[in-house]
């Protein structure tokens, strides 16, 4: 079998005293790729970035650079390119001292020094910025900056720890068509943490969802997207609903009153979960008698798209429309809820 | 938009007892200025550099020689222990043992100096602990004389003193976010290079900061020469208070007050000219 992975995660768990950060991490990370970790706060992104850079040794398993064992190799040993939270950008050194801090250290002569330097403010357009104190950077010129100086090193692999969450929502999205743009350039293989489902989707090749210290699933957006492995992954990602049904006497899912016509893999009469988007609902007005009806609890019109709540039964459904839709429903209004069977996830309820 | 933590007219309000406080010292030091150009050693009278001119003996010169020497070797020792008791305050995980290790640090600085100075001659006097172990175990015949004379001296100023470097170090230490620290790792920096790299630079305010609080407590130090070097260590302090009292030299006192003043200036003014040339000439073009 050809292999083409370039890191490889094997079984990794790290505790912190009696705390279990991370439990049985397995994860290949193809060369050139672009993986994002994503989970809610305290679910173990950081931390397992944090073992692959070498700031904190697995309490168990072990990392793979090329099939060669790399646990035991200090930080500055391992030639990772490493983006930080608070991007760490050197207060005391220029930002070409600070780019090329990490050739100075690989005894580059002055002259490679100041090429490389140049090269990379080039490549993030800031051609002049070379002889500026950091303190004189703006945030999205400093972001670039410690992009970098990271990159400077030519690095094996190349590590982001939250490094957009700084930014405002604008300049976040116009860094992370630049920080794809670069990753591609550079072909560096690449391990980003983020919290936002979003910028993961839009960057990563694979996406990793983590929680509970567990890789909850490992796959590409689309298909993390559209088949969430379980209900923790289809909750985190996008705007979900997670209805709490069962499924019918005859083996087919009931949905919001509805038979959906789908085979499942559960017993008939027991409780599951069913993931289904905002965006995958779909309303209808109803009759006041007619059975099986939701009420429109909240509406808004954000441009983009229409939002709703609807009450059905003891849950609230979260439904989004597009704003080209001509029915308008206000709150108070009867209304009946359908989906594609084609777009919902099925999962035992825990 | 700013929110001031204390809008300014309120905290000049509540900082006007602090003032009333200051202007004394102030009033203070400029009736010693206006003693120290008198040309009546007794009283203020007229208008004359001679008690200047007076001070300008040999005696003098050794004193202030001795007195910066002392001062800044004192300065240098205390540095030397204080950085690592700092990085070790900032990493004691425990928090029994860092407060046990903080009161220990800071017990000089409640303690009276006559205290700790007889602390020392109880220890290391002609008859102390020291030299009559020694003594009784037969290593010595004759006592060792640690005491009255400049090591003696600097034995105290040292110990006095090095609390008030400790404290503005272990500010300067925690305000040094890990990351930095990390980011040189991760470029390629091991721990020595990235201390040296990083740590340094970044400490360097708050080291020289502490450098100019122990030099100046150091070079204005009475007690510690006074009780420690018995006469014999003729610092400034202790120069100044013989022209006052079996001297009656006022005005002789104020010109070598005032000329102490001037040089610890001047030796913290040029220290932090210095900092501030060495950090700052590879940022500006």
Known sequence: MVTNTHLNIEAVSKSFGPVTALTQIDLKIERGSFVCLLGPSGCGKTTLLRIIAGFEKPTKGRLLLDGADISDIPPHKRGFGMVFQSLALFPHMSVAQNIAYGLKLRKASAKEQRERVEELLTVIELPDIADRAVSALSGGQRQRVAIARALAIKPKLFLLDEPLSALDAKLRDNMQIELRRLQQKFGVTTVLVTHDQTEAMMLADELVVLDHGKVQQAATPTSVYRQPANSLVADFIGAANLVRTRVGENGRLVLFGNTVEMAVDHDPGTAVNVAVRAENISLRSAQADQEAAGRVVFARDLGAFKEWLVSFEDQEIRVRGSASDEIEFQVGDLVTLTVDPARISVFAAS | ?285
């Open chain 2, 1 to 285: 938009m700013s929110t001031e933590l204390l809008p300014r007219k309120q905290a000049l309000l509540f900082a006007a007892p602090a003032f009333i406080a200051i202007l004394p010292f102030l009033a203070a030091c400029f009736f010693i200025l206006r003693f120290s150009l008198s040309s009546e050693q007794g009283t203020i009278e007229g208008l004359s550099i001679q008690a200047y001119r007076d001070l300008m003996t040999p005696f003098f010169g050794r004193s202030v020689w001795l007195t910066l020497k002392l001062a800044f070797v004192a300065t240098l020792i205390v540095m030397v222990l204080a950085v690592p008791l700092a990085f070790v305050m900032t990493s004691l995980r425990s928090s029994f043992f860092r407060r046990l290790l903080t009161i220990s640090i800071l017990l000089p600085l409640i303690l009276n100096l006559l205290v700790q100075a007889y602390g020392w001659i109880l220890l290391l006097g002609p008859s102390g602990v020291l030299n009559s172990t020694l003594k009784a175990m037969g290593i010595i015949e004759r006592p060792l004389f640690l005491l009255f004379n400049e090591t003696g001296v600097l034995l105290g100023l040292v110990q006095t003193s090095l609390p008030l470097a400790v404290f503005p170090i272990v500010g300067a230490v925690r305000a040094i976010s890990p990351e930095y620290l990390e980011a040189a790792s991760s470029l390629g920096a091991g721990h020595w290079r990235t201390f040296r790299d990083v740590t340094v630079p970044l400490l360097r305010p708050g080291l020289v900061g502490a450098a100019s609080i122990v030099f100046a407590f150091n070079a204005s130090a009475f007690a510690i020469p006074l009780l420690l070097g018995g006469r014999r260590v003729q610092m400034m302090g202790l120069v100044i208070r013989d022209m006052i009292s079996p001297l009656f030299n006022w005005s002789g006192a104020a010109a070598a007050g005032m000329i102490l003043i001037a040089l610890t200036i001047f030796v913290l003014a040029a220290s932090s000219w210095l900092v501030r040339l060495t950090t700052t000439t590879k940022e500006t073009r």
